[in-house]
Nanobody, 123 residues
Framework: QVQLVESGGGLVQTGGSLRLSCAASGRTFSSAFMGWFRQAPGKEREFVGAISWSVGTTYYADSVKGRFTISRDNAKITVYLQMNSLKPEDTAVYYC????????????????WGQGTQVTVSS
């Protein structure tokens, strides 16, 4: 089992920044990727980005590329999502997830999920 706890969400104005954290515990060595997903009201959960635990390779959705950055701290077993130049369309509940598979962009391939943290961007 892997436990994931997100933090750092909140309300920010358009153009502002937030940094989300995802602290992992448990059998984290079994996870290949940590991913970030988001879900807005009435919409499906969508991929935001992912990072491999071992070499730090990152993947991003086109909608956030150049604005969001994922990083990890292996010692703290924590993954971060730095979000800059936020837009109202970034408003959603953001989830971190852990995957043992090698398909980091697909939600069904993730085994463990956090409870989510709300990000609201006001216009």
């Amino acid at each position: 089992q892997v436990q994931l706890v997100e933090s750092g969400g909140g309300l920010v104005q358009t153009g502002g920044s937030l940094r989300l954290s995802c602290a992992a515990s448990g059998r984290t060595f079994s996870s290949a990727f940590m991913g970030w997903f988001r879900q807005a009201p009435g919409k499906e959960r969508e991929f935001v980005g992912a990072i491999s635990w071992s070499v730090g390779t990152t993947y991003y959705a086109d909608s956030v590329k150049g604005r969001f950055t994922i990083s990890r701290d292996n010692a703290k077993i924590t993954v971060y999502l730095q979000m800059n130049s936020l837009k109202p369309e970034d408003t959603a509940v953001y989830y971190c997830a852990a995957s043992r598979s090698m398909s980091p962009t697909r939600a069904p391939m993730y085994d463990y999920w956090g409870q989510g943290t709300q990000v609201t961007v006001s216009s």
